[in-house]
């Protein structure tokens, strides 16, 4: 049986997002991310290439780590100037019908309390189309700017985030049941009190006694993407994600994470095929393999090797700048992304890291791989990767915004669908429905799904 390729675009409200430097390129409008119409333009883009999402990262913070100061991330837009991504939504949801939107947003720094909320807003908006990419935050410079002195431990981030997962269960899954909501004229009841319930949640970090502000929408949860792939990021993803987003530079490697991923959903007593997998890509398409390398070699002279070390610095938490160029990336313990760490540590079998290696391929790509071709050169890589990983799809940064995403939908997807690994129209409802196909809701054995039974259960016994 051919298995569809899932495409969701990966941006951010920013300028230099995962190709640092490239905002210099005469074709670039990255910087044009302050204008709601650039935004708007990219999503009537994507859905017209039958992208499932946009998924829109984010960070509370900035890259200091490089050199001990946030001069060179300033110096060339690496991911600083950086908006809410939560703002963007509602306006693209408006000119869209199908594509799903995948907001990040951390755990770390926001009451769960007004944040579910939050998600029941977009989920409303969106007529069932948000998704909620999960993380614990990595910038120390965040951490310290919302009073913390240094970044909490990174295991203890993910028991907080636990808690957290559980405290907005309760509150989307039930704290009102169906059928609270009423609209009845004629008795004059809106909503049924009966049927709504406090969560009385007492924990280690949070104490929420009370009901969710929020009437039920259409997922309640939105779907929940996850991004951590440490053996504690593991866990997590296991007991929680619906999609796990990576960002793996070889197959190998990849195909070990996705291993192990699926292995951890049976020990939390999930079905394994249940998660879905999207390994970050950056792809640079023309119509043949000669004029895609020429435009490689273009943006490679707009490519900044300050800001992507800069980038690289923050993300494994490793000052690359006190290494000389050809010294390989050493396995340490860090608290950012640990899976950053060690997949391009030395301990790499597939190759040395060395500090000239990373910042070459951070300049185009950011974390991820870089695949150039034509159309039918890069759709036989995709689907190599796919068959020696099990990657679920991918989730595609951009080099020249939205040059990029526009080779993908008029150059890559005809070509994907000629070969029949491409879907050509959307399937109805919510985004949860479209990617699995099995209603809006999330169904028992997730944690989530328990709270619709137990909290009103336990309030009637009181």
């Known amino acids: 049986m051919t298995r569809l390729l899932r495409l969701n675009a990966f941006a951010m409200n920013c300028v230099g997002h995962q190709s640092p430097g490239l905002w210099t390129h005469p074709a670039d409008r990255s910087?044009?991310?302050?204008?709601?119409?650039?935004?708007?333009?990219?999503?009537?883009l994507l859905e017209r290439g039958l992208f499932d999402g946009l998924f829109i990262a984010d960070v509370l913070g900035v890259y200091d780590v490089y050199q001990d100061s946030s001069a060179a991330a300033l110096r060339q837009a690496a991911q600083i100037p950086v908006n809410d991504p939560l703002q963007l939504i509602p306006p693209m949801a408006w000119?869209?019908?199908?594509?799903?939107?995948?907001?990040?947003?951390?755990?770390?720094?926001?009451?769960?309390?007004?944040?579910?909320?939050?998600?029941?807003t977009l989920?409303?908006?969106?007529?069932?189309?948000?998704?909620?990419?999960?993380?614990?935050?990595?910038?120390?410079?965040?951490?310290?700017?919302?009073?913390?002195?240094?970044?909490v431990e990174h295991d203890t981030r993910?028991?907080?985030?636990?808690?957290?997962?559980?405290?907005?269960?309760?509150?989307l899954e039930g704290s009102w049941e169906e059928g609270a909501v009423q609209r009845d004229r004629e008795r004059r009841v809106f909503t049924d009190p009966a049927r709504v319930h406090p969560?009385?949640?007492?924990?280690?970090?949070?104490q929420v006694p009370g009901i969710h502000l929020s009437e039920p929408s259409i997922q309640r949860t939105p779907v929940l993407y996850q991004a951590g792939t440490s053996r504690r990021g593991?866990?997590?993803?296991?007991?929680?994600?619906?999609?796990?987003?990576?960002?793996?530079?070889?197959?190998?490697?990849?195909?070990?994470?996705?291993?192990?991923?699926?292995?951890?959903?049976?020990?939390a007593g999930r079905d394994p095929s249940a998660l879905l997998f999207f390994n970050l890509l950056t792809l640079v398409i023309a119509d043949t393999d000669a004029?895609?390398?020429?435009?490689?070699?273009?943006?490679?002279?707009?490519?900044?090797?300050?800001?992507?070390?800069?980038?690289?610095?923050?993300?494994?938490?490793?000052?690359?700048?006190?290494?000389?160029?050809?010294?390989?990336?050493?396995?340490?313990?860090?608290?950012?992304?640990?899976?950053?760490?060690?997949?391009?540590?030395?301990?790499?079998?597939?190759?040395?890291?060395?500090?000239?290696?990373?910042?070459?391929w951070a300049g185009i790509g950011g974390l991820g791989p870089l695949l150039v071709g034509s159309p039918a050169t890069v759709a036989d890589q995709l689907q190599v990767w796919q068959e020696a990983t099990g990657v679920d799809g991918f989730n595609l940064a951009y080099a020249i915004a939205p040059r990029?995403?526009?080779?993908?939908?008029?150059?890559?997807?005809?070509e994907l669908q000629r070969r029949g690994i491409y879907k050509t129209a959307y399937a109805p409802g919510s985004l949860r429905h479209k990617l699995f196909g099995q209603g809006d809701r999330l169904q028992s054995p997730h944690p989530a799904a328990h709270w619709r039974e137990v909290i009103p259960q336990r309030t009637a016994t009181a």
């Open 199 to 206: 969560i009385r949640h007492q924990g280690r970090w949070f």
């Open 291 to 360: 004029q895609a390398k020429a435009k490689l070699d273009d943006y490679r002279r707009h490519a900044s090797r300050e800001g992507a070390l800069a980038l690289m610095s923050g993300w494994t938490g490793i000052d690359l700048a006190i290494y000389p160029p050809d010294q390989p990336l050493q396995k340490v313990k860090t608290q950012a992304i640990q899976s950053a760490v060690e997949a391009f540590s030395s301990s790499d079998p597939e190759t040395e890291w060395t500090v000239d290696a990373l910042a070459h």
């Open 158 to 171: 993910y028991d907080y985030a636990d808690e957290y997962l559980e405290v907005c269960y309760k509150l």
């Open 31 to 44: 910087s044009h991310y302050k204008d709601l119409d650039y935004w708007i333009e990219l999503a009537r």
């Open 404 to 414: 990029s995403f526009e080779d993908i939908v008029e150059l890559l997807v005809p």
């Open 234 to 267: 593991r866990r997590f993803a296991g007991q929680h994600a619906e999609c796990v987003f990576l960002a793996s530079p070889s197959k190998a490697a990849l195909a070990r994470q996705i291993r192990s991923l699926r292995e951890e959903a049976v020990r």
């Open 95 to 120: 000119v869209t019908e199908h594509l799903g939107f995948g907001l990040t947003a951390s755990i770390s720094f926001e009451h769960p309390f007004p944040f579910a909320r939050r998600l029941s």
């Open 123 to 151: 989920d409303h908006l969106t007529r069932g189309r948000v998704g909620w990419n999960i993380v614990t935050s990595y910038l120390e410079s965040g951490a310290r700017n919302l009073g913390l002195r240094q970044q």
